[in-house]
């Protein structure tokens, strides 16, 4: 008696996919296995391997659940392999040796029989040698293996042929990147709006991060886990401290309807960006403490220790909250209650391309602006050094410049006096020209 194959199970991150495809939290999960939420949280990190009729459960849960996420035309996270069909049973080697010598003595007793059917015909006008008869053909020995497909039968005319099934045609980019913002911005304008509190901006988060996702397509495509490095970088966008600098609309966003809400949003907003961002990824996403360690670019002991912070901080603030099964739930609830729209994939397609030509176009004009500014100066600048002329500046304390002019009375006395004066007197000193 032979044991049927046991379901595979597709890898932890697609059981997640899987889950979220459908819509499904972990809490719903785990009730439609007949598990708990941890245990469930556990699979999907890898943590734990279902076993036994849990892990038979688990898997064609999961198969159902990536059946339907192919009905309805999304993007295939995992497709269970097909199981390999029964090969026929090998024949025994007595009946094969039976079947030989059954086949020898055949082909002795038509060796034996005269050939007068072929002598008796007459050659053909060509010269050619007649065919032989069917009859004479020797059957084919049986070999074992694949069935010959049958041969074609002409159908009655009102029973058409099927024809095969098309192959799928392989994604678009667009179409791709499409499937992916259908499936993840949603969820993604729910979790800015706990980590800012403000719609407008969630919005706009997100959009910045699928424009830089379709900017960088060939990168995110071929990433591991798309909706991780979109969701990474809404964070970023979201969380960015330059916001602070932006223009507030002039209307103001109304609060969160219920009271509990706003002071669960209130709690939130006080908390530091790190401690926000890591409460959000593990209690609001589900997401396991080494996935939201990397994804927060921290060690494990460090988002650890940032959970907890944060965990006592809102329960300080809401004492019902200490649970973590209740917080992911009135998480949950006040992401849902917010009237969140995401705009449409083609309009962040165009916004994103709009701005690609934006930049380009302005990195153009300035690179164009700064070689003809160096084309300037290269013409008008000198060929040589010529040193600046210094500005004139007064200079004091030099007495005044007395041109020579007409002598007085008393000086035109004192050089007649002067003049008749001896000079070889004793009276008169006359210097001496050696």
């Keep these: ?181 259908a499936f993840c911005a949603p969820a993604l304008v729910r979790q800015a709006y706990l980590l800012t509190g403000r719609r407008e901006l969630a919005r706009d988060s997100v959009e ?25 970088a809404a964070y970023e966008s979201a969380l960015s401290p330059w916001h602070r600098f932006r223009l507030r609309p002039r209307r103001s966003e109304p609060p969160a309807a219920d009271a509990d809400g706003r002071v669960l949003l209130d709690a939130l907003l006080k908390l530091p960006p790190s401690r926000r961002r890591t409460l959000v990824l593990y209690d ?29 901080a809102v329960a300080a603030r809401l004492p019902e909250l200490a649970d973590p099964a209740e917080l992911h739930r009135r998480l949950t609830e006040l992401a849902s209650t917010a009237r969140l729209r995401a705009a449409a994939a083609p309009t962040v397609r165009t916004g994103s391309e709009r701005r690609a030509r934006f930049w380009t176009r302005a990195a153009i004009a300035f690179t164009a602006a700064l070689i003809g500014t160096t084309a300037l100066t290269l013409r008008t600048a000198p060929t040589q050094y010529e040193p600046p002329v210094p500005v004139g500046e007064a200079v004091r304390g030099v007495p005044a410049r007395v041109a020579p002019g007409p002598l007085s009375d008393e000086e035109l006395s004192l050089r007649d006096k002067l003049r008749q004066e001896l000079q070889d007197g004793p009276e008169r000193l006359v210097p001496q020209v050696r």
Excluded: C
């Design 1 to 181: 008696m032979t044991e049927s194959p046991a379901i595979p199970l597709p890898p932890p991150k697609a059981r997640r996919r899987l889950r979220e495809a459908a819509s499904l939290t972990q809490a719903q999960l785990a009730a439609r296995v007949g598990v708990t939420r941890e245990t469930v949280r556990a699979w999907e990190t890898g943590r734990m391997t279902p076993r036994g009729r849990k892990r038979e459960t688990y898997a064609k849960l999961l198969a159902r659940l990536a059946q339907e996420t192919r009905m309805t035309g999304e993007t295939v996270v995992w497709s269970p392999p097909e199981q390999p069909t029964p090969t026929a049973p090998a024949k025994p080697e007595r009946e094969q040796e039976r079947e030989q010598a059954r086949e020898q003595a055949r082909e002795q007793e038509r060796e034996q029989e005269p050939k007068a059917e072929t002598e008796t015909e007459p050659e053909t006008e060509t010269g050619t040698e007649p065919e032989m008869a069917p009859e004479l053909v020797p059957e084919p020995e049986p070999q074992p293996g694949p069935e010959p497909a049958p041969a074609h039968r002409s159908e009655p005319p009102h029973e058409p042929v099927p024809s095969p099934p098309a192959l799928t045609p392989a994604l678009t980019p667009a179409q791709a990147f499409d499937a992916l913002y």
């Design 208 to 232: 910045r991060a699928f424009q830089l996702a379709w900017e960088r397509w060939p990168e995110v495509a071929r990433d591991r886990d798309p909706a991780g490095w979109v969701r990474a």
């Design 284 to 312: 609001g996403v589900g997401l396991g403490l080494p996935e939201t360690a990397a994804e927060t670019e921290a060690t494990t002991p460090a988002a650890a220790n940032r959970l907890l912070s944060a965990r006592e």
